[in-house]
């Protein structure tokens, strides 16, 4: 039986993470993993308002339909978001943490998790992207950390998914975030 793998994604309302989350369901199914299940998850839905989605990816049938209580892969769109709740929460001893944040891995004293850091915030605005949107970058970030996925096809779907909307741009940013990444066992 196939692992399932567990990705949890932490974001504000506005900066796309759902939208990330779904180009990476549908990178994953169409690399082999023919389980997917992606549930997002609302308080206040308002931009700006802390948001959540989880993504399970199996090689084969997902039947577990819980919430993710101990993810493999936490994804943090918003680094103030560490302030504001305990997005790293069940992450597996091991897990990854794919962490969008101008410091830089020093100043986190995370313990036995593989840390993936990375200022998305600036390279989406270096690749001419709007303020604040940072899913297509953060999707690169996962790409280098975890080796789940191939980096053109993520590309090529991030192009579909912004055909009208800056399609190249999010793929640059996406490609710059992949180059760019430091990876730091803590």
Known sequence: MSKTIEI???GRGGQGAITAAKI???TAFQSGYDG???APSFGTERRGAPISTSLKISKSEINDLTPIEKPDIVI???HL???E?????GLKPGGI???NTPKTPEDYHFKNIKLAIVDVTAISDEAGLRKGIVNSGIIGALAKASN????DLLLENIKKEFQGRKPEENAHSARLTFERTELKEV
């Open 81 to 83: 978001l560490l302030d």
């Open 97 to 99: 943490l794919v962490l």
């Open 24 to 26: 990476v369901a549908n």
């Open 85 to 89: 709740e305990d997005v790293t929460a």
């Open 8 to 10: 949890r994604w932490h």
């Open 76 to 78: 943090v769109l918003d």
């Open 148 to 151: 789940l996925l191939d980096m």
């Open 36 to 38: 997917i299940i992606m």
